[in-house]
């Protein structure tokens, strides 16, 4: 009986997985700062816990409910590591990491008057 009680419950926990992470993404989307307050060491770590786990789901148990549920948290940590580091790096950063620290706006010109 309980085995197929979790048996036909066990989809839920990919629904739960995306509405769990959507504030998290919808935040770092519509940041206004460098969210520094967030680690990004642990997302990094979560990253390579949750690729291993999706790895096992895969090659070892060959259970493509277990591999979906553990695949779709994988891409919902991956989505939410990626837009920190973007966010850091990238968006907000003083110096662009992708333009060398070259200003992507053209900066007015100062004339002097002789």
Not at 4 to 14: G, N, R
Not at 19 to 44: G, R
Not at 49 to 65: C, E, I, K, R
Not at 85 to 111: D, W
Request: some cysteine; glycine content about 4%; hydrophobic content about 50%.
């Amino acid at each position: 009986m309980w085995e197929q009680l979790f048996v036909f419950l066990y989809p839920v926990v990919a629904i739960i997985t995306i509405i769990a992470y959507v504030p998290q993404i919808k935040t770092l989307i519509t940041a206004t700062s460098i969210p520094n307050n967030i680690s990004l060491s642990s997302w990094l770590m979560w990253c390579c816990s949750n690729f291993l786990a999706f790895g096992y789901a895969m090659t070892h148990v060959q259970d493509m409910l277990l591999a979906l549920v553990t695949g779709m948290n994988l891409l919902m940590v991956i989505t939410t590591t990626a837009l920190i580091a973007y966010n850091r790096y990238i968006r907000f950063a003083e110096k662009p990491f992708l333009t060398g620290g070259m200003q992507l706006q053209p900066q007015p010109v100062k004339i002097r008057k002789q």
